[in-house]
């Protein structure tokens, strides 16, 4: 039986299955009949007739509809105690909820997978390229329709998962009212936080009296501001950039082609145009030569120079120069001094041609010209091995200076005297593994494409096409009448370039210049026969470049915040589950103006509402009443100023504007 200071035990109650507020009586109807009126007729159920007026009948009072509630078994302290209702009955009580979820989680998921597939497609690819992952044609050309489409759908996610985190933020006012006083102002601020409210977050956060409080209010800020990050993440996941990119690409390797055994003859016929024309392309712009780093390497570089990465196999020209002083003997005839110089080359026309007959010694000699101007023949070489060539080149300024040259008085036209050095060339041809990296690139060495090789370089024999280069400073200028030919020292680029004029040009050198003539024209004459049409295999060469498209690191960014919105309402999930339980709370419920409503029935709230509404002229004089949720002290749940734990084991009364202690 209650106990309640309400129970009328003259009044005995039949519960319905029905609500509380329809709860009828067996005996002494609540109306009270007036001297002319008769009795109302009663229903099979005791039910009173709803033709029943007001003047019949009256309403019951606060305190009966207490009375009459306190046996239903969902009600505080019934017996036995109700199942405690938490995440599954107010997921049911509240659909938008778990729906929202679903929407937020697939919107995000498709932004973040369409946004990372596309980074991985490249927007631009080289024509050489014969494997590239392309976007298509109409992802390109409206990329930035693509991107606000996507900025939509990942908005439209954001807030949805935001809107589940409030939601749970909103469910901790419960708890946090039965931990902390609050007054109607700041607990006004509190919700509106918890419904994306910024402007109110600093007016909540001054009201902050426990932990949990900030913590929770925090997580709500945060889970407001991670959707206004939508735009900006995929805006700059979408900017395209240079980003690494291996791709697959065909290289065309071929032979030497040079069938031709050097010889230095009269006329020479080493001239070659091609290796003329890329030498004083590079000699008189440096920046025009590509990769000239691996100068030393049997590759097309033309072709290479765009690859980016790579690695492969190759042949690597080993080649060591050294100079020094040298006299030039003047060849003398009849008694005249002639316009040539003597050699100890012993391989000339006749002797290549097979003929039984003895060379005349003067087919070794080279003719000038007699200009004051730089000139280079070869003296003499050696075939060190297989794959190893040595020879010795003669640079002579006339009129000129060469750094540590040895001058020689030459009788020729207006040339006085001659300045001149002898450099041994080294070269040695062996296979290698090149590798070139890009800064910020990588490019496997494993599975190397065969770029040249010594064994398929040449029809002929290896030294003897190491000669060819070792010779090289001989091809890389004009010949005139069969003479050698001549340089002058560029003013631009400090380089020799072949002269081709009748005015004398600058005729410095240093021994530096003279090496790097030697190294640049040994790397034209590779770059002009690896290119040869002549026979040719095809490599798939593997290549690390740095192309137009969007960087998938990028990409990966936008899986932040969606996870910073779902880990921040799992913790405060978590946190409400395990504070109901401990604080007593029966339900778990939003505070929306139902449950508010609900939650003010307490005699405290009654009359100082009762009161304000009086002051019908007045805006509401509640902001400062200090509210705390649990028990008061007439039995009701809800908000009042001094209230007992719903768990029964504390009590807290607060006056003046403060908490009591808890008893």
């Not at 990119?245 to 020479?268: H, M, R």
């Amino acid at each position: 039986m209650s106990t309640s200071p309400y129970y009328n035990p003259s009044l005995n109650r039949s519960r319905s299955h029905r609500s509380i507020f329809r709860e009828e009586f067996d005996s002494e109807p609540l109306y009270h009949p007036s001297p002319q009126s008769k009795p109302p007729k009663m229903g099979p159920y005791h039910h009173t007739s709803i033709n029943m007026t007001r003047s019949t009948m009256s309403s019951p009072t606060p305190r009966e509809v207490r009375r009459l509630a306190s046996d239903h078994d969902f009600i505080y302290q019934a017996s036995p105690r109700p199942k405690q209702l938490g995440w599954w009955a107010f997921l049911a009580a509240n659909l938008s909820i778990p729906a929202a979820m679903c929407i937020g989680t697939i919107f995000s998921i498709v932004a973040i997978v369409y946004t990372n597939s596309t980074s991985k497609q490249v927007l631009d690819c080289p024509a050489w390229a014969t494997s590239c992952p392309r976007a298509d044609d109409w992802t390109i050309d409206h990329l930035g329709t693509v991107q606000g489409i996507i900025t939509l759908l990942f908005l439209i996610g954001l807030v949805a998962l935001a809107y589940v985190a409030l939601a749970v933020c909103e469910v901790a006012v419960w708890p946090l009212l039965s931990r902390q006083v609050f007054t109607i102002s700041e607990l006004e601020a509190y919700l509106s936080t918890t419904r994306g409210s910024i402007l109110s977050a600093p007016r909540a956060l001054m009201a902050t009296k426990t932990v949990a409080t900030g913590v929770v209010l925090a997580c709500a800020v945060l889970v407001t501001l991670l959707p206004l990050a939508a735009a900006p993440m995929v805006g700059y996941a979408f900017t395209p950039t240079l980003v690494p990119v291996q791709l697959e690409g065909n290289y065309s390797t071929s032979n030497a082609a040079i069938t031709q055994l050097y010889a230095q003859t009269d006329p020479p016929t080493s001239v070659m145009v091609d290796v003329m024309a890329e030498y004083n392309s590079w000699a008189t712009d440096p920046s025009s030569e590509p990769l000239p780093e691996y100068r030393d390497w049997y590759t097309n570089r033309e072709t290479l120079a765009q690859r980016g990465s790579f690695s492969g196999r190759a042949i690597k020209l080993q080649t060591s120069v050294s100079c020094q002083p040298h006299p030039v003997k003047q060849r003398r005839r009849d008694g005249l001094l002639w316009n040539a110089f003597e050699t100890n080359m012993t391989r000339t026309r006749e002797s290549l041609s097979g003929k039984n007959e003895p060379a005349e010694a003067e087919s070794s000699d080279v003719w000038v010209r007699s200009l004051p101007q730089l000139t280079v023949w070869v003296d003499n070489f050696t075939f060190v091995s297989d794959h190893r060539t040595t020879a010795t080149l003669v640079f002579a300024a006339f009129n000129g200076t060469i750094q540590g040259g040895e001058w020689t008085p030459v009788i020729l036209g207006n040339t006085t005297g001659s300045s001149s050095i002898a450099c041994k060339v080294d070269i040695e041809a062996q296979d290698d593994i090149l590798t070139v990296t890009e800064p910020e690139s990588f490019a496997p060495v494993n599975d190397a494409a065969i770029l040249s090789s010594i064994d398929t370089s040449s029809n002929a024999a290896i030294n003897e096409l190491l000669l060819w280069f070792t010779v090289a400073p001989l091809l890389v200028g004009s010949s005139v009448d069969g003479t050698q030919p001549m340089f002058f020292n560029s003013t631009q680029t400090n380089t020799a370039v072949a002269y081709t004029s009748s005015t004398p040009e600058r005729n410095t050198w240093s021994i530096s210049g003279i090496e790097s003539m030697i190294r640049l024209s040994i790397g034209a004459l590779a770059q002009v026969t690896s290119t040869s049409p002549s026979s040719h295999s095809t490599q798939t060469l593997k290549s690390t470049i740095k192309s137009l498209k969007m960087d998938p690191a990028r990409s990966l960014l936008l899986i932040i915040p969606p996870l910073l919105i779902l880990a921040a309402g799992m913790a405060i999930s978590v946190w409400n589950t395990w504070v109901h339980r401990r604080e007593g709370i029966p339900v778990m419920r939003r505070a929306g103006l139902g449950e508010m409503l609900k939650s003010t029935q307490t005699r405290y709230l009654a009359e100082l509402c009762a009161t304000d509404a009086a002051k019908t002229y007045l805006p509401s004089e509640t902001g400062p009443v200090e509210v705390r949720y649990g028990v008061d002290k007439d039995g009701v749940v809800g908000l009042a100023r001094s209230v007992r734990g719903l768990n029964g084991r504390r009590r807290v009364d607060f006056q003046n504007h403060g908490a009591g202690a808890a008893a």
